[in-house]
């Protein structure tokens, strides 16, 4: 897995993976992608880490990323201008 950080007030995590490789966010993180990537949206954790995540101000779901082909590109930007860090 290569990660790399681009812009600086919007900036973008872009992340190349490869074949198994597998990433998860909270939902509505992902910007785009290639092709080559598998996508499953699950509560994980159960209700006990479903309702915390409700109460923190977060999303009740969280998205997996897989890699399916050799590699693939999937990248993330922030709901608000700011920096990465």
Known sequence: MQYEIKGSVMPALEMKLTQGEAVYTESGGMAWMSDGIDME??????I?????RALAGESLFLTTYTCR????????????PGHIM
């Open 41 to 46: 949206t699950s509560g994980r954790g159960g």
């Open 48 to 52: 006990g880490k479903m309702l915390g």
């Open 69 to 80: 082909a050799s590699q693939a590109t999937i990248v993330f930007t922030p709901e608000a």
